[in-house]
């Protein structure tokens, strides 16, 4: 069973930071690019952050220079730290990775999502 596990979330004031980190197990044999989305309320998902099994990353223009993306192959899991936050930055973040299972089927898989609050 393939699962992405998030963690890091949570209420931080603004201009403060956080680290999220998502832990990918169960039957991968590859994985290709990692990423980040967020979702606010009444607003559709969009991508935060995203990075390839080389290391090439992308950014949204709204999070550039304040956030950073990284990846631990060894350890199929994938970070983003979230510095300078601001109040629009609040969401539910969701981590997401482009899988080959090792009965060789790919996946497109997702994180529960994790709440960020950014909020004085």
């Known amino acids: 069973q393939v699962q992405l596990v998030e963690s890091g979330g949570g209420l931080v004031q603004p201009g403060g930071s956080l680290r999220l980190s998502c832990a990918a197990s169960g039957g991968i044999f590859s994985i290709s690019t990692m990423g980040w989305y967020r979702q606010a309320p009444g607003k559709q998902r969009e991508l935060v952050a995203a990075i390839n099994s080389g290391g090439r990353t992308n950014y949204a223009d709204s999070v550039k220079g304040r956030f950073t993306i990284s990846r631990d192959n060894a350890k199929n899991t994938v970070f983003l730290q979230m510095n300078s936050l601001k109040p629009e930055d609040t969401a539910v973040y969701y981590c997401?990775?482009?899988?080959?299972?090792?009965?060789?089927?790919?996946?497109?898989?997702w994180g529960q999502g994790t709440q960020v609050t950014v909020s004085s």
């Open positions: 997401n990775a482009d899988l080959v299972l090792s009965g060789g089927r790919w996946l497109d898989g």
